[in-house]
């Protein structure tokens, strides 16, 4: 499926460049239904490979790339159920989203994410899987996870951790502070800043010069510098199923679904 | 180095101008969510464009609970 229009995101390949968009109200929080459009994404993806070079991923939204894992569903669905089967059903989700997002991570493409406004949480986590991040001046990135008392559970940690040094991991991790576009920049988490509403155009430059090159030298390139942490993914999937079911992430989650304040996206 | 004065006006400015609301308006005790009527995703849009403008860093905790042009200016102005 060269094109494909979801509920939550829509796909096209022209000119050898895959462009993915997210396009779900009002954030692009990634629950269930992004979760399905994200697989059968997956479920194409060796068909694109074969005809095409590089892979743009973006946001429609206005307020940003994604405000990260949709917690009202978590939630929600965690009232519904027992701490045990809430702790197996959050450990089932996240089985699935890393199997995309490690598929992402893997594609023998030459992947962008074109970021602006907010990347936080899963979203940061969905854009770690691109080889190049292209960050629109007013982009912000964070993990505000321990916050609700939990760890980023989208392959966040291993992933940033591959990519730059552990001091700023820990930084953004241990404070849950979030960081702008410069700031990202300058940790070597961004490769390039654009003016502001112009990361998409600048990611659409990119890919086309990564379009010159032999594909399969390309692909042998990124294979060889950007190993998957499988080790890492299996144990954060352990360690973040082992702390849901604790009643004081219940309650950071209560909080921050019932909360009205002038914060809602910082827990 | 800025005086607080300063810092403060071109908070005011760059508010104005963002948010399309009159300059002369805006005071620095001000309440911002109230006035400019803005909500937590525009909140943090105004702090990013202003650590753009003054090249600082503003961690959250530290403007987390600040709601006032005024305080604002002495969090930035501790930074410049």
Known sequence: MDDYNGKTLSWRLADGIVELVLDRPPANEIGLAMLEDLELFVSSLSALESKASAFILYSKQKAGFSAGADLRELYEQAQRMDASSAGKGVREFLERIHAVLNRLDTSPLTTIA????????????????????????????????????????????????????????????????????????????????????????????????TTKFDRATAAAAKRFIKPLPAEELRREIDIFSDLFTRPAVMEGLRRFVENAGPHPYLP | MKTIEQTTDEIL???????????????????????????????????????????????????????????LATRIQARL
């Open chain 2, 13 to 71: 400015n760059l508010a104005a101008t963002h948010f399309k609301y009159p300059r002369a308006d805006l005071q620095p005790a001000d309440d911002f969510y109230k006035k400019l009527g803005i909500d937590s995703l525009q909140a943090l849009e105004l702090l990013t464009r202003l650590e753009n403008h003054f090249g600082v860093e503003l961690p959250d905790y530290e403007v987390q609970g600040v709601s006032d042009f005024h305080t």
């Open chain 1, 114 to 209: 074109a970021v602006h406004g907010v990347c936080f949480g899963g979203g940061f986590e969905l854009a770690l899987t691109c080889d190049l991040i292209i960050a629109d001046k007013m982009a912000r990135f964070c993990f505000p996870e321990l916050r609700l008392g939990l760890i980023p559970g989208f392959g966040g940690i291993p992933r940033l951790k591959r990519d730059i040094g552990n001091a700023v991991v820990r930084d953004l991790l241990l404070t849950g502070r979030s960081i702008n576009a410069t700031k990202a920049l300058s940790a070597g988490l961004v490769s390039q800043v654009a003016a502001e509403g112009e990361a998409l155009r600048v990611a659409r430059s990119t890919a086309v010069q």
